[in-house]
């Protein structure tokens, strides 16, 4: 069977939350890499450099009416090479993808997993660029 990189699979996961977050992280890349914590930055203050991950996410949490991407590798004992994304969007909405490399067979059982993970029916599968949408638009195009 032929090998597919970058197959997206993204699911809507409703209001966003450092707990769904978190258990998407633990689901499908445990030991997953920390993010560094100049990864990006505040609003409207580009030389504020966070001093964790953790503070980093709540802050993009906490904050409404604000959109950020976040992206996880693991480095090792990945064979699908996945990685998770969670797409904060500007209507304080959750996204969640899973990059993967694998077959359709694979995309399946992904996006299958997600949907359950994340109790959510609203996706996509995507391959190379993910879709680009806030939240409602998200669910209206994808339910």
Do not use: H
Not at 98 to 123: A, M, P, R
């Amino acid at each position: 069977m032929e090998i597919i990189t970058d197959i997206i699979c993204q699911v809507y996961a409703g209001q966003k939350s450092k707990r769904v977050i978190d258990l998407v992280l633990d689901t499908f890349i445990p030991g997953y890499e920390k993010l560094d914590p100049d990864y990006t930055y505040p609003e409207g203050n580009k030389d504020y450099i966070f001093k964790t991950e953790y503070e980093m996410i709540n802050y993009f949490i906490e904050t409404p009416s604000i959109n950020q991407t976040f992206y996880w590798n693991k480095y090792y004992d990945n064979p699908n090479k996945i990685m998770v994304g969670a797409n904060i969007t500007d209507d304080d909405q959750l996204i969640i993808s899973l990059t993967v490399n694998g077959n359709l067979e694979t995309e399946k059982k992904y996006f299958s997993l997600l949907k359950e993970v994340l109790q959510s029916d609203i996706g996509v599968v995507s391959y190379i660029n993910p879709a680009d949408y806030n939240g409602k638009d998200f669910i209206l195009k994808y339910k």
